[in-house]
Every structure is written in C-alpha cells, then in structure tokens.
C-alpha cells in the first residue's frame, strides 16, 4: 500500500493517481486556492495542479477589452490580446470586416470610422477624400474635382481641364496638343483658328489663312494702306527718319509675289518688300526713286504698320544714300524701326509684335535687331545712324 504524496499517509480506501503520484481524494487539491479537485479536468504549471478557473486567473492572457482571462480563441493586435467578440471598432462597437482595421492613438477602428475621424477632408468642399486621388496646395489638401474647378486651366479649344502637357501662346491661351492639332494657325496672331478662339477663319488664297479676330482691321484696299503708311511715314520724320519723298507708292501682294519678287536669300518668308529704283549717268547715280512698297494684303493694322516702319526704313536708308551694309545691319536697323513704332502704340496686339521681335533668333533678323537695340538704348538713334553712314556697323 502505498502513501498519499499530499499528507505521505498511507492509502487505504479511494485514491487518485495523478502527476505520477497517488493521493487522498482529499488531499488532491487546487495550488491555487486550496480547494479539492473534484473534477477529473485539471491544469498544471510547475508540476502543481490547478483548477480550470484558478490557472486561468493565474496563467492564461487577459483581454485587452474585457480584462478577463482568455480561454479559448482569441485575436492578437495592436500588440494585444482579446476575446475575437471583444476585439471591435472603438468607436462604433461593431467587429471588423475583411477589410481589417486601421490604429490611431493605440485604438482600432473600422475603415469608415476611421476615415470619419482621422480622414483626409476636401479644403472646398469638406467632403472625405479617402483613398480618391487628391492634391495639395498652398498647405490645404483638395479632392481632384475641386482642385481642378479652383485652380485648374481649361483648354481653350475643347473646354476639358489641362491635367497633361499643354501649349501656352504668346496671347496667354492655353490648350492641349489633341486639340491644336491639324487647325490653321492665323498668318498674323498665330492663334489656332477655331471657333472658341478667333470666331473662326478665312484662306488668303495664296497659302496664308486669317483668323477672323485678326480680319477685323484687315488692309484689304489699298487707300486704307495708304492712309496707314502715311501715318507711320510721319511718325518716321518725327524720330529723324525723313525719307524726303511727296508720297510712298502701295501696293498689296500675295505671299507669291512676295516670294518670286524677293532677291535677298536671307529672306525666307517675306511680308513686304522695299522696291527701288536707281538711274544712273556715266556709272553715277543720279536719280533715287521708290517704284513701290509691297505689303501682304489681309494683314490687321498693328501688323501692316509694323511691316510698313520696316520697309520704310529700307526706303529712308535708300534715299539718304547710306553705303551698302550688311544684311544684319541693315535688317537690324529696320527691326529697330518697327520696335520703336510698336513701343508707342500701348495695344495687346503691339505688345504680341514686340514679343515676337524680342524672341527671334533668326542670325540676321533676330541678331542683327538686337545689336542695333542695344545701340540704341546706349547711344541714341541719330548717333547710331551716323555711325553706321559711316562705319557701316554698329557703335
């Protein structure tokens, strides 16, 4: 007969053989809280037996929400343990979906109260932006839709937000290439020619199209030419241009004319044109004359002057006898003469002319008006003049 291992009596009725060890049905108790262990289910930790209850009280984790032990199943999170029905959205009670959960602050929250609480707003309209694509401006975050309406361009042909590459013209009109794409662009503006832009357009016949904008103060007939070459004819005195002639012969070409006319290689694409004539004695020059200024017929005013301030130009350096210059020189000095026409007139349309100036980087156009710009602005135009008379360059 062996002993009790709890009282190390000896056994003589009922016993109880666990943890290797016999012993008195009384003497089989709880470590935890003393108790007999009545029910053939037990728990052991150290080699000490332990009611269910009692080693779950000592031993087993403790939700996170209830503070209870955990018995069974459970969740782990937010480096945590909880009962699987305790473990729900913080703020709406509700356990989560298969979307999961989102942290804040050590609390776990489901995706909608989540984005409530915690969630991107519209700076506009205050709407969730939530997973949407959105945009940040000046510090405030805007959906795609009000960031578009509030600081988005439109294309000036279709309408439709710019939200890729797109072209920005010297009138400060913006548009997509799609749209740009296979219209006419106006021989004198460069604007496409469209409707939303220009109201629409007309061909000149001879390879040039005008935008309708531009056709408002189109030169058509050649007394209002006159009327305009006349003006700036006298403008040109006034800043010591005096070309010394009663009247200026106009006449109005085509593109064609201009070209088949044009002896100056560096010319490719001419709008006027200075035709002279010289009579000679004995090898000597002895009469100057003008057969004509040619300007491109359909042009507006702004552009008809500027060209006119050009051509007159050729005119006065002919008349005053200056020596043969340069192409760049002389070109240079007849931009600089359109230049000083445009500066006075205070007109958007001046000022797109006077940029296209300033821009060109034609060797000879371009080149040849920004050195005599400069010469001007240092010296004057008088002492410029003289310089060339006799230099035959720039000072």
């Known amino acids: 007969m062996s002993n009790c291992y709890g009282c190390r009596r000896s056994i003589s009725g009922q016993f109880i053989t666990a943890l290797g060890h016999s012993w008195h049905p009384t003497c089989f108790r709880c470590a935890g809280c003393g108790r007999p262990i009545e029910d053939e289910r037990f728990y052991t930790q150290n080699d000490q037996p332990y009611h269910a209850a009692c080693y779950h009280q000592r031993f087993s984790p403790r939700c996170a929400g209830c503070g209870q032990p955990i018995t069974g199943a459970y969740t782990t999170a937010l480096g945590k343990t909880w009962h699987k029905e305790h473990f729900v959205c913080a703020r709406c009670g509700r356990p989560f979906s298969a979307d999961g959960f989102y942290e804040r602050d050590g609390k776990a929250y489901c995706q909608h109260d989540y984005q409530e609480l915690f969630g991107l707003r519209c700076a506009a309209g205050g709407e969730l932006i939530g997973q949407r694509r959105h945009f940040e401006k000046e510090g405030k975050t805007y959906c795609e839709d ?23 013209n010297g009138w400060g009109d913006t548009y997509c290439h799609q749209h740009a794409k296979g219209l006419a662009e106006c021989y004198s503006c460069q604007r496409p020619i469209c409707g939303p832009l220009t109201g629409g357009g007309v061909s000149c016949g001879d390879g040039r199209s005008m935008c309708k904008r531009c056709r408002r103060t189109a030169i058509d007939e050649v007394a209002q ?16 241009l005096d070309i010394g002639l009663t009247a200026t012969p106009l006449r109005l070409a085509d593109q064609n004319e201009l070209l088949r006319r044009s002896s100056k290689a560096h010319s490719k694409q001419p709008s006027g044109m200075a035709c002279h004539v010289e009579k000679t004695r004995n090898g000597q020059v002895i009469e100057r004359s003008v057969e004509a200024i040619l300007i491109l017929h359909g042009l507006p005013q702004e552009h008809f002057a500027a060209i006119a301030a050009h051509e007159l130009c050729h005119t006065y350096l002919f ?13 240079g000095l007849c931009e600089l003469t359109s230049h000083l026409w445009l500066k006075q007139q205070n007109t958007p349309e001046a000022a797109f002319r006077l940029k296209l100036l300033n821009n060109n980087d034609d060797p000879i156009y371009g080149r040849g008006f920004q050195m005599a710009r400069s010469a001007y602005e240092r010296h004057g135009l008088a002492a410029v003049l003289r310089y060339v008379r006799q230099a035959r360059r720039f000072p």
């Open 319 to 331: 008349m005053a006898e200056f020596p043969k210059l340069d192409p760049m020189i002389e070109e």
């Open 225 to 240: 030419g006159q009327t305009m070459l006349a003006q700036v004819r006298r403008w040109m005195t006034g800043i010591g």
């Open 146 to 168: 009000h960031y578009w309406q509030l600081f988005g361009k439109r294309c000036a042909i279709g309408g439709e937000y710019l939200k890729g590459e797109y072209v920005v």
